[in-house]
C-alpha cells in the first residue's frame, strides 16, 4: 500500500492559484456578485456590508469574502478574501 506522498492532492483551500480578489465584479448588483464569486469559489462564505456605514471583522477569515454594497446593493469597492 502507497504512503501519502508529496504527489498527494492538495484539497482546493490549499490552492495556490485559487482567486482571493474579484475586482470585475465592482459596480455590479450585489447578488450577481455573489453568485459569480461562489461559482468560482464554492468553498468560501460571503458576507455583505453596507459601505461607509459597517466594517468587516478584523481578524483574516480565508473561507470569507467581504462584499461592500451602497444603499442600491451595488458592489462599491473590490470585493475580496479576508
Given at each position: 500500500m502507497a504512503g501519502g506522498g508529496d504527489?498527494?492532492?492538495r484539497p482546493a483551500d490549499h490552492d495556490e492559484?485559487?482567486?482571493t480578489s474579484w475586482?470585475?465584479?465592482v459596480s455590479?448588483?450585489?447578488i450577481k456578485a455573489a453568485l459569480a464569486i461562489l461559482?468560482?469559489?464554492p468553498d468560501v462564505?460571503?458576507?455583505s456590508y453596507d459601505f461607509g456605514r459597517q466594517t468587516a471583522p478584523s481578524e483574516f477569515d480565508p473561507k470569507r469574502v467581504v462584499l461592500y454594497s451602497?444603499?442600491?446593493?451595488v458592489v462599491v469597492?473590490?470585493?475580496k478574501i479576508g
Open positions: 504527489d498527494a492532492p492559484t485559487a482567486k475586482p470585475e465584479l455590479r448588483r450585489e461559482k468560482e469559489r462564505r460571503i458576507e451602497d444603499d442600491s446593493l469597492a473590490t470585493p
